[in-house]
């Protein structure tokens, strides 16, 4: 095989090489691109005038003590 030939073959060889590592990085590029995996949001919560109201419709029919009424009161409006 002659000097040149070996030489085109080595260039050919060498270029597909980078090429191929060229895209390579623009594909890691785009993958990082990409959004990542964000949590959900937190659930809304409650307005505490409505816990209040369910709270003293418990305490109403029963379920509620007076003192457990109060405690979780509190607790809703953040006393």
């Not at 003590?65 to 607790?75: H, L, P, R």
Request: aromatic share 4%; net charge negative; no cysteine.
């Amino acid at each position: 095989m002659g000097m040149r030939r070996r030489t085109r073959r080595r260039a050919i060889v060498a270029g597909a090489a980078i090429a191929h590592h060229e895209d390579r990085l623009n594909e890691e590029a785009d993958y990082q691109d990409q959004p990542q995996y964000a949590p959900p949001p937190p659930p809304p919560q409650d307005d505490p005038a409505d816990e209040v109201e369910h709270l003293a419709q418990l305490h109403d029919s029963g379920v509620l003590t007076d003192d457990e009424f109060s405690a979780a009161k509190a607790k809703a409006l953040g006393i």
